[in-house]
């Protein structure tokens, strides 16, 4: 299951994200703005419970989330995406999964984690700007739920087929959210047209 989150506003932000000549600093600022949007949509079906709130005028029944939220940003590049869930989820819990694909073999390998212990209780949103071949997230996923987590969401600013179907097929139960579904992998395995590579243009290390 995916979900591409369109609307005006996240396409014009994709139009600034994707340029070439966006340096580091505004590619945060945009990265920031796109996630808090796309997880806007994410957060849809996050329950909530009623509660009674005094106003100057009354007491009326309104409601609060009612959920554990474990945000799981894959390093680097998922640290982007950290203050723009974070601003719509402040008490949401943070843990880390460090993976980094070989520039040959494009396959992840692990070298840092660390989960809040609470993984089963909650539902965690895994945050990388870019779902390429799929093999981090699927990573990433296979590790929460190694840790009892049963309730996962995907949330990315640029997917493609490719990835959508191998993370499917690995793990059905799990929503990708994306701001764009673009059209394939290059012989790198980049998404095409995309953005470049996330995590050099986000920390200038280009
Ligand atoms: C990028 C990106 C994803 C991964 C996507 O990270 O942020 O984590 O590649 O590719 P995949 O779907 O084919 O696995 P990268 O490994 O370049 O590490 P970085 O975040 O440290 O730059
Ligand atoms: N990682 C990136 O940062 N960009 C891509 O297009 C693919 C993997």
Redesign the pocket.
Known sequence: MHQEVTHPCIQHKLALIRDCETGHQKFRELATEITMFVCYEALRHVKVKDVDVETPLTTTKCQMLDEQIIVVP??????GMLNGILSLVPSARVGFV????DEQT???STYYEKLPGHVADGISIIV????????????AIDKLKSKGARRIIVVCIV?CPE?LE?VHKAHPDVQVYAATIDAE?NDM?Y?VPGLG????R??G?V
């Open positions: 894959i390093l680097r590049a998922g640290v460090g993976l980094e694909r494009a396959e992840a990388d700007p870019m779902v390429a071949t799929g093999g981090s997230t699927i990573a997917t990835g191998a992998l395995k998404i590579d996330a995590g050099d986000l920390y290390t």
